[in-house]
């Protein structure tokens, strides 16, 4: 079958840096994407990996290892909007997008 | 770049009605359009995924007499939950993939791109 882990929830303190983890597995791999939900809200696009290494976009980075299944998204410079539930999601063989539950993230100040 | 649009973002109506959803896409074209539906501290579910002019392909376990999916052009897609009950309270979610790369701010093509949700409750 098919799976994505992310850790259920995560607290962190505002300032501080968080890397939220994602494992997968999938039928095939086709792209690696995290998005970031407020509470009562859609998800917005955050970031795309689909080769292995690091990818900046200002405070939020993204890392992709293909051969481990593994991928995290780090937070730096934590603000309290940033308080949010962040989902991990893959593209499988077929460009099916599998989602993961997402984690939850915590900031106190 | 890349809005997408649902009207209505909260609707209340009484058992045995039926509930239409608009999702637009405001300045960009889709290729697809998905449907999706959250509970509570759940993660995303896809229902069904729409493309222009053809029929919906729906998920295991969806009922496609109960969820009619209309794609009418490549910026509107619609989502009726027809004699809805209690059970069908969640929340809504669409999202559209762009027909073509190169908006402002976006990701890859593969990218899709939400609307901000109908909440919908059936008393």
């Known amino acids: 079958g098919q799976n994505i882990d992310q850790p259920t929830e995560m607290t962190a303190t505002e300032g501080a840096i968080v890397q939220i983890n994602c494992t997968y597995q999938?039928?095939?791999?086709?792209?690696l994407f995290w998005y970031q939900q407020h509470a009562g809200e859609a998800p917005t696009f955050l970031s795309y990996n689909v080769l292995d290494g690091l990818e900046e976009k200002g405070r939020f980075s993204s890392f992709l290892s293909r051969s481990k299944g593994y991928s995290y998204l780090l937070l730096k410079e934590l603000q309290m909007k940033d308080s949010a539930s962040y989902l991990c999601?893959?593209?499988?063989?077929?460009?099916?997008?599998?989602w993961g539950a997402g984690t939850k993230l915590i900031i106190k100040p | 770049g890349a809005v997408v649009s649902q009207h209505p973002s909260r609707v209340i109506c009484k058992s045995g009605t039926s509930v239409k959803i608009e999702c637009r896409s405001l300045d960009f074209q889709a290729t697809t359009m998905f449907w999706y539906r959250q509970f509570p501290k759940q993660s995303l579910m896809l229902m069904a995924t729409?493309?222009?002019?053809?029929?919906?392909?729906?998920e295991q376990g969806v009922e496609k007499d109960k969820f009619l999916i209309n794609h009418a052009s490549l910026t509107l897609s619609t989502l009726t939950v027809t004699s809805a009950h209690p059970e069908d309270s969640s929340f809504y979610i669409c999202?559209?993939?762009?027909?073509?790369?190169?908006?402002?701010?976006?990701?890859?093509?593969?990218?899709?791109?939400f609307g901000p949700g109908t909440r919908l409750l059936v008393l």
């Open positions: 999938t039928s095939g791999f086709n792209g």
């Open positions: 999601a893959v593209f499988d063989s077929n460009y099916q997008l599998i």
């Open positions: 999202s559209a993939r762009p027909l073509r790369i190169g908006l402002a701010g976006a990701g890859p093509r593969e990218t899709q791109y």
């Open positions: 729409s493309n222009e002019g053809s029929k919906a392909t729906y």
